[in-house]
């Protein structure tokens, strides 16, 4: 037993001689000695060192894009924008929800107008805030430029409300107009005297955004009809349409009645808002 492990020491670094010689005069070219351990080290070595450049090569280079595993330096960049983009997605879209469900509050009569413009305020002041207001500093022109602008378009509000909305309105009722429009009351609507179950119609193409049961207002639903314009209808007897339809103007959504404890009867309470704000309907709208 002790034999073996003497004659395999022996076999591996037994001295062999590797030759090179001329085919045609048989002529010595160069000739190294070399043994069965010297052969296995170098093997083992230069098989180590190969994986290693392999390893560094794709790593380091755009070849690993074709190991499976590996993302392209593109795929990696654009990935992360769509990340940025994300976050700023949810951030507007909670922005929206909130601004949403206080309208709808303000629509529904849970709270006033001068809540929700607080609230508004509070939702836009968090950007407003992140702004360094110190690192923008106009020029004294750019300044009076801008006090000018202001001053043009302080008491102009309507007229650029009907520019801006862009779309034909037609009539959801005919009748009387029997409350009109005061926003110093906080009667931000009008109410028009019709006969009870009277067809109530859709302004314009929208979706509808609310469509329920209000004990202070009756049936009561909501459009939204794009470029921040929403319409109100209150007071209905019958609702034709529930949440997340698709109206097309003129087509007709509730019936008309006196339904809540705010109504002195048989009347439609219409309501129209652009960009958060209550404006007259009688601006874009012929009731008679």
Known sequence: MAKKPHKLKKRLTNKYRM?????????????FKLSRLNVYVF???????????TILFIAYTPLREYIPGYSSTALNRKASNLKFELDSLKEV??????????M????????????????????LKVNHDSIQLHKLKASKADSLFRIQVEQKDQFNINNNTHQ??????????NGTITNPFNSKNEHF????????NTPIKSIADGTVIFSEWSVDTGYVIIIDHGNNLLSVYK??????????????????????GS??????????????????????????????
Not at 20 to 30: D, G, H, M, V, Y
């Open 259 to 288: 339904g809540g404890k705010f109504s002195t009867g048989t009347h439609l309470h219409f309501e129209l808002w652009y960009n958060g704000y209550p404006v007259n309907p009688t601006n874009f709208i012929d009731f008679e």
């Open 104 to 123: 709808v509050a303000v629509l529904k009569g849970d709270e006033s107008v001068t809540k929700y413009n607080d609230n508004i305020d509070s939702i």
């Open 235 to 256: 007071h209905n007897a019958q609702l034709f349409k529930k949440q997340g339809d698709l109206v097309k103007s003129g087509e007709i959504i509730a019936s008309a």
């Open 43 to 53: 093997g083992g070595v230069f098989a180590i060192v190969l994986i290693l450049l």
């Open 19 to 31: 030759v090179i010689l001329n085919e045609n005069t048989f002529e010595e070219r160069f000739s």
């Open 164 to 173: 801006k909305i862009g779309i034909v309105i037609f009539a959801p009722v």
């Open 93 to 102: 879209s909670m922005v929206n929800n909130s601004k949403l469900a206080a």
């Open 189 to 196: 609507a009008v109410d028009i005297a019709v006969k009870k």
